[in-house]
């Protein structure tokens, strides 16, 4: 394994500790909300809205979802140019 593989693993980690971070610790899921298998059922059967288990933007989790979104946005970044970036770091 060579150092930017490393690097590159480690940002991944990181970036993927900062979603669940920011779901344990603002709270923006509530899994009580979530769709079960009749509401689904009736959504593709009758065109019914679904219940959504995110929880509104406002003052109290406006950072976790700022959190949420740059750690999945680093994260998909790290996948699709990661091998790129491995290469730069091992030619330095």
Known sequence: M???EIV???LTGVALLGVVYSVYRYDFLNPRDAPGYKNIRDALKYGKPLSSQWKPLDESNR???GIFALSLL???ILMFAGGRLIGLI???
């Open 2 to 4: 060579t150092l930017g």
């Open 8 to 10: 590159v693993n480690g």
């Open 63 to 65: 950072a976790g979802y």
């Open 74 to 76: 680093a994260f998909g």
């Open 90 to 92: 091992d030619r330095l």
